[in-house]
């Protein structure tokens, strides 16, 4: 990875997908002066859902309105995970041989709509038959998961509350962030609930945003860069729709992706120095601890009350805000995760927010409740 | 679904079930779909079937523990759509 751009996250009034993925190829450029357009060989756009901006296709005029001509530009879409998935692809093409630098990337307009417009969009990552035609919204899946881990493991809504607050800490030093807003455990529990146990403040933000990312072969990314981010691990998985599933206080499809990546990698998880993960609601941060091996299952809440994933903690996690703080603009999320990853281990970050020498990073993306993963091992090379 | 959820087999056949069960969790809901023909407050629940399968629907009785299956068509040319009720 030899640069990265990330979009402000936010109501970006006025602002289209399409123009706010150029605000951060505009940064990616910028963050690599060495690198032209004719340098990129295909580009890949995680966005989740045509329904927003009523466009299908959007990777070809996303790519043709940055000044790519002619090249493959192929949408990616694992809902909330599409970014990651966006990553994942591109890697693939790596590895392939075909190509030898791609820009991976994703971007999402979603305020255009109202809130009620929105969930029914959202809701489309859910099973149509059994989920949605139900009642059901990917909120309510994650309430019940949550009740569930509560029952096994004893989490419960303070420590979920304590996920938002240290993510919205994080975010407070975030210029990218959509909710720069210090909050308090309090806070959280006085929120309106949502689907209860979850309340407004475990919830992420519905907003716009677009990130992207650079990679090129190993071999010639000191062309680019005196700083090349290394992927050391690339890995993705599936699960079926989450009512048909017996277990529900932990999600398959991380632990079989993360197991993948570690190995490849040839990693721990104490190795990690930081981690981005898929928190779109509080509870799926505590999971995310346990399914990704950083604790063992039902010590995800002793992580946070210890404060061991704080900046400085043991494990730093979501040092960008998450989606709960930064945002989630579903399709950028992903790419969003890696451009944290690039401004963490190429000091871009603020000193208040900077991780300490990090060199090995993961990066946890998810779509719908637990149905599609991917998980990515990065290494500084200084 | 196509295969058993438990071992993948595609040996599968329709049969009819008891349309009974127990609620595994349940959660109130304060925000919906816009397209979903109920208004909140509603409670979701996940239950498990006697015969083994899980299935989300509506809650008619938030405190029921076992419950049995009600469809019901809320809007016609319309699916019936699931609700759960208390199995007395």
């Given amino acids: ?382 | 679904m196509h295969c058993c959820i438990v071992c993948q087999s595609l040996s599968v056949q329709r049969v009819e079930l008891s349309g009974k069960g127990e609620v595994l969790e349940s959660t109130e809901m304060l925000s919906k779909s816009g397209e979903f023909p109920i208004e909140v407050p509603y409670h979701l629940a996940l239950v498990k079937l006697d015969e083994g399968p899980n299935l989300l629907g509506i809650l008619e009785e938030p405190t029921a523990v076992k419950v049995k299956v009600v469809f019901k068509k809320l809007r016609d040319g319309e699916r019936a759509r699931i609700f759960f009720v208390a199995d007395r």
Avoid at chain 1, 185 to 195: A, F, M
Avoid at chain 1, 204 to 231: Q, R, Y
Avoid at chain 1, 353 to 374: C, E, F, I, W, Y
């Fill in chain 1, 1 to 382: 990875m030899i640069s990265a751009g990330c979009a402000a996250y936010g109501r970006r009034v006025g602002m289209s997908g399409r123009e706010l993925f150029s605000e951060a190829l505009d940064e990616l450029f910028q963050n690599c002066p060495s690198l032209t357009r004719k340098d990129v060989k295909a580009l890949y756009l995680g966005q989740a859902f045509e329904s927003f901006e009523h466009q299908a296709n959007t990777a070809p005029g996303h790519a043709s309105s940055f000044g790519f001509q002619n090249i493959p530009a192929v949408r990616v879409d694992s809902v909330s995970s599409s970014g990651g998935s966006s990553l994942r692809q591109g890697v693939l093409g790596m590895l392939s041989g075909e190509y030898d630098l791609v820009i991976c990337g994703g971007a999402e307009k979603m305020t255009n709509k109202t809130t009620p417009e929105a969930i029914e969009i959202i809701s489309m990552a859910s099973n149509r038959d059994f989920e949605q035609w139900n009642g059901a919204t990917l909120t309510s899946l994650n309430a019940i998961a949550a009740k569930a881990h509560k029952r096994k493991y004893g989490t419960t809504e303070e420590h979920l509350a304590m996920v938002a607050v240290k993510n919205h800490k994080n975010a407070f030093e975030n210029p990218k962030a959509y909710l720069r807003k210090l909050i308090t455990v309090e806070d959280v529990l006085k929120s309106r609930i949502i689907s209860s146990p979850l309340k407004l403040l475990d919830c992420s933000p519905i907003c716009d945003g677009a990130s992207a990312v650079a990679l090129c072969k190993p071999e010639i990314a000191s062309k680019f860069s005196e700083t090349p981010i290394d992927i050391i691990g690339s890995s993705e998985a599936s699960d079926s729709d989450f009512v048909f599933r017996n277990e529900i206080t932990g999600f398959k499809a991380t632990r079989v992706a993360v197991k993948q990546a570690y190995e490849m990698s040839g990693i721990t998880p104490e190795d990690l120095d930081f981690a981005e993960v898929h928190d779109a609601f509080t509870i799926n941060e505590i999971i995310a601890y346990e399914d990704l091996g950083l604790c063992e299952p039902g010590e995800g809440k002793d992580l946070i009350y210890k404060n061991e994933t704080s900046i400085g903690g043991k494990i730093a996690v979501n040092t960008s805000g998450g989606l709960k703080a930064k945002g989630h603009p579903v399709g950028s999320s992903g790419t969003g995760q890696a451009f944290e990853v690039f401004t963490q281990m190429t000091r871009r970050v603020s000193s208040s927010r900077q991780v300490r020498d990090p060199k090995l990073a993961l990066t946890h993306s998810m779509g719908g409740a637990g149905v599609s993963v991917q998980t990515h091992v990065f290494s500084s090379r200084s």
